[in-house]
């Protein structure tokens, strides 16, 4: 075990509280001091923020590590699935009684006030065996507070019996058996309140990425039943149209679907999010959602709008035929971080990804 190594950080967000706290990397050992300062106007602390305890939420029935949903909690999963370092996910929407949400077709679903989103991260220690010696490392949740989106880490201790909220993020080492039966490492990064931002912000507002009615226009694997249509026939779901009206976001990993459809699944989830035109990376001209029609949008032939070494000397986003000749290719295969793409929520190379995009731009027509 590394000797655990700290540095101060302060953390700003938006409720007015200046947090001042130890930050520590992968360590058994408990943190020996935590400081937190209130500001002299808010006299507030972490609990007007959120529950300290992920527990206290009572999203989990059970031994909390078993992520058995309570009532009212519903299991979703996403055609296609944001890559995070290889880390699994576990997602779950908590409903308010009585409440619904209703059907977008072209964005997430509107969710009802008082609605929370919960992401669980986790690693198991043989990938060949994923439901065996798993470990949770963080638990985000997203909570629709007063028409606003509040985003609230929790951070799992290593006894794996509770998880607490740490609005300053944490790097923990990890290390698994792929599924070829490599042994691959990566420091993994909890992000801090305001790195949620980077990814969520859309215009001024903090916004769901994942639940979209094309992410969920499928089954949970292993299960029969669509889950707009689950939602719907629990009553959670109003103004849902029929099947052949519902668009969907194919699978990316499924290679008996069309190669197109599944690149640009790829991209969306992983670049979408900021590329797009109300998203942080809007100034760029460079639009990644599915539903793009436009050639030069999607980057084909498309200079960029600043050119430096995030380019890597190549002129054109996309060059249909070359691959190596194209900047997107080149930021999603590097891990420099002032190259790489996405610019947070990783630190590996989705190899797998890479060369799914590398086949797609080698098949466009010249």
């Given at each position: 075990?590394?000797?655990?190594?700290t540095t101060?950080?302060?953390?700003?967000?938006?409720y007015?509280?200046v947090?001042l706290?130890?930050?520590?990397?992968?360590?058994?050992q408990?943190?020996?001091?935590?400081?937190v300062?209130e500001e002299?106007?808010?006299?507030a602390?972490?609990?007007?923020?959120?529950e300290?305890?992920?527990s206290?939420?009572g999203?989990?029935k059970?031994e909390?590590k078993?992520?058995e949903?309570?009532?009212?909690?519903?299991?979703?999963?996403l055609?296609?699935?944001l890559f995070?370092d290889?880390?699994?996910k576990?997602r779950?929407?908590?409903?308010?009684?009585?409440?619904?949400?209703?059907?977008?077709?072209?964005?997430?679903l509107?969710?009802p006030?008082?609605t929370?989103?919960?992401?669980n991260?986790?690693?198991?220690?043989?990938?060949?065996k994923?439901?065996?010696?798993?470990r949770?490392l963080?638990?985000?949740?997203l909570?629709?507070?007063n028409?606003?989106?509040?985003a609230?880490?929790?951070?799992w201790n290593?006894e794996?019996?509770e998880?607490y909220?740490?609005?300053?993020?944490?790097?923990?080492d990890?290390?698994?058996?792929?599924?070829?039966g490599?042994v691959?490492?990566?420091?993994?990064?909890v992000?801090?309140?305001n790195q949620?931002?980077?990814?969520?912000?859309?215009?001024d507002?903090v916004?769901?990425?994942?639940?979209?009615a094309?992410?969920?226009?499928?089954?949970?694997?292993?299960?029969?039943?669509n889950?707009?249509?689950?939602?719907?026939?629990?009553?959670l779901?109003r103004?849902?149209p029929?099947?052949n009206?519902r668009?969907?976001?194919?699978?990316?990993?499924n290679?008996n679907?069309?190669l197109?459809?599944r690149a640009?699944?790829?991209?969306?989830v992983?670049?979408?999010?900021?590329?797009r035109?109300?998203?942080?990376?809007?100034t760029?001209?460079?639009?990644?959602l599915?539903d793009?029609?436009?050639?030069f949008?999607?980057?084909?032939?498309?200079?960029?709008?600043a050119?430096?070494?995030?380019?890597?000397?190549?002129?054109?986003?996309?060059?249909?035929g070359?691959?190596?000749?194209s900047?997107l290719?080149y930021?999603i295969?590097?891990?420099?971080?002032?190259v790489m793409?996405?610019?947070?929520?990783?630190?590996?190379?989705?190899a797998?990804?890479v060369?799914l995009?590398?086949e797609?731009?080698?098949?466009?027509?010249?």
């Amino acid at each position: 075990m590394q000797r655990r190594k700290t540095t101060f950080a302060a953390v700003k967000f938006s409720y007015g509280i200046v947090l001042l706290a130890l930050v520590f990397s992968c360590t058994r050992q408990k943190p020996e001091v935590i400081v937190v300062e209130e500001e002299s106007l808010g006299g507030a602390t972490l609990s007007s923020v959120g529950e300290e305890k992920l527990s206290a939420y009572g999203f989990f029935k059970g031994e909390l590590k078993n992520l058995e949903p309570a009532e009212g909690v519903i299991h979703y999963e996403l055609n296609s699935p944001l890559f995070s370092d290889y880390a699994y996910k576990k997602r779950f929407i908590k409903f308010p009684p009585g409440t619904f949400a209703t059907y977008n077709a072209d964005d997430v679903l509107s969710f009802p006030e008082g609605t929370v989103l919960i992401k669980n991260f986790y690693y198991p220690a043989d990938f060949r065996k994923s439901s065996e010696n798993i470990r949770i490392l963080e638990t985000r949740l997203l909570i629709l507070e007063n028409g606003t989106w509040k985003a609230l880490p929790y951070i799992w201790n290593d006894e794996q019996t509770e998880a607490y909220l740490d609005v300053s993020g944490k790097n923990i080492d990890v290390r698994w058996t792929h599924h070829d039966g490599s042994v691959k490492q990566v420091n993994y990064s909890v992000p801090n309140m305001n790195q949620c931002k980077g990814c969520h912000l859309r215009g001024d507002k903090v916004m769901p990425i994942g639940p979209t009615a094309r992410q969920l226009n499928g089954a949970i694997r292993g299960q029969p039943k669509n889950q707009l249509e689950q939602l719907a026939a629990l009553g959670l779901l109003r103004n849902l149209p029929p099947a052949n009206e519902r668009p969907r976001l194919v699978d990316y990993e499924n290679e008996n679907e069309q190669l197109n459809l599944r690149a640009r699944a790829w991209l969306e989830v992983n670049c979408a999010h900021c590329h797009r035109p109300d998203g942080p990376a809007k100034t760029s001209g460079l639009h990644l959602l599915a539903d793009v029609n436009n050639p030069f949008e999607l980057g084909i032939g498309k200079p960029p709008v600043a050119a430096g070494r995030g380019s890597g000397g190549r002129k054109y986003d996309i060059v249909p035929g070359n691959p190596d000749a194209s900047i997107l290719f080149y930021r999603i295969q590097s891990d420099d971080p002032g190259v790489m793409m996405p610019e947070l929520g990783k630190k590996l190379v989705h190899a797998e990804g890479v060369a799914l995009i590398h086949e797609w731009i080698k098949s466009m027509n010249q």
